[in-house]
């Protein structure tokens, strides 16, 4: 059982640039969670999806931002438009039905030059 | 707004010392789970604690939690230099509507000198 797969692991983008972070829960999870991680910080909640729904947005930066976890496929978060301050690490959770444990993907580190 | 504040921000001990990580918390929670992370690395789960437990333990693990004071600790026996990383706390935090998301701390940088 493979565990949660982010990809990619590093993107550089331009400013104005779009980035595509992907994120595929493990087997049999069906609950998304997005954090980011600024240097020396903590991981701040951004979004928290179930399958085809968004449960909790109450951390996503209301523009340039979103997120899906479509039926079939990974969960995206999309940054459009992206400038420095966006640069950190963005890591990918998932876990069961039951919520009692959530693991973390390798996290994607956005560089924005 | 953070939930878990952990303490220390930074530990540095011998080999063979104990560490001692504390985390505490402003709402009522349901679990709360310890988190180790390894420079430029992922997340690794290390113990969930139930709000109705008080201690736990695993391997060189111990954590407890006080709910009448929201807090908890984590307690790592034997350091060895392998588990130099940084520790987070999460917590769920009740989101109306009935979904919980982990809320987490800002880590306390922990450092085993050999």
């Known amino acids: 059982n493979a565990g949660v797969m982010q990809n990619p692991r590093h993107l550089v983008r331009r400013r104005g640039q779009e980035a595509r972070l992907r994120c595929s829960p493990m087997?049999?999870?069906?609950?998304v969670y997005w954090y980011r991680q600024l240097p020396e910080e903590g991981l701040k909640f951004m979004v928290y999806l179930q399958k085809e729904n968004i449960i909790d947005e109450s951390g996503m930066p209301k523009e340039r931002f979103s997120a899906e976890f479509p039926k079939e496929g990974p969960s995206i978060l999309r940054i459009q438009q992206v400038v420095r301050g966006d640069s950190a690490a963005y890591f990918c959770?998932?876990?069961?039905?039951?919520?009692?444990?959530?693991?973390f993907g390798q996290g994607t580190r956005l560089t924005v030059v | 707004s953070q939930q878990g504040e952990e303490d220390p921000q930074a530990l540095s001990i011998q080999e063979g010392e104990n560490a001692t990580m504390n985390c505490s918390y402003k709402t009522s929670i349901n679990n709360l789970q310890w988190y180790r992370q390894n420079s430029g690395r992922g997340l690794v789960h290390l113990i969930l604690i139930r709000s109705n437990e008080r201690e736990k333990h695993s391997g060189r693990l111990r954590v407890t939690l006080d709910t009448s004071k929201k807090s908890s600790s984590l307690l790592i026996t034997a350091s060895r230099a392998a588990d130099t990383a940084s520790y987070f706390c999460?917590?769920?935090?009740?989101?109306?509507?009935?979904?919980?998301?982990?809320?987490f701390g800002k880590g306390t940088k922990l450092t085993v000198n050999p």
């Open positions: 959770a998932s876990s069961p039905m039951d919520r009692t444990e959530a693991f």
């Open positions: 087997k049999g999870h069906s609950h």
């Open positions: 999460a917590t769920d935090a009740p989101f109306q509507g009935g979904s919980e998301k982990l809320v």
